[in-house]
């Protein structure tokens, strides 16, 4: 079973997706639990905060000293996208070492 997580709007998300032929699961709509952010948080580290995007820039010093879980919890659109659950195991992004792991769709 393959769950792309991200947002609706993200044209990489939406690409993700596509090429998958499977749902998104958006995290705006239906946030993930602490549980869920701790396990993307282990996997991929501060590599799972997305410092280059508007959300980022949008944050306070404050709210960016959170710690990553709780930033993530208060701002779901700070995490990279997508994240990629693949029958347990987790890609983030959609580079072509994702594409080329994922390709046997």
């Not at 997580?5 to 690409?15: A, E, L, P």
């Not at 998104?24 to 410092?51: C, K, V, W």
């Not at 010093?61 to 995490?79: I, K, Y």
Request: a neutral charge; hydrophobic letters at 40%; proline letters at 4%.
């Amino acid at each position: 079973m393959t769950t792309v997580y991200g947002i609706k709007t993200c044209d990489t998300c939406r690409k993700a997706v596509k090429a998958l032929d499977v749902e998104l699961h958006d995290i705006r709509t239906a946030p993930l639990s602490m549980a869920q952010l701790a396990q993307f948080h282990e996997a991929f580290g501060d590599a799972l905060l997305n410092t280059r995007s508007t959300t980022w820039r949008g944050l306070s010093d404050d709210e960016r000293a959170l710690a990553p879980l709780d930033l993530l919890a208060a701002h779901p659109t700070v995490m990279k996208r997508p994240v990629i659950d693949r029958n347990g195991t987790l890609y983030l992004g959609w580079g072509k070492d994702v594409q080329a792991a994922l390709s046997d769709v």
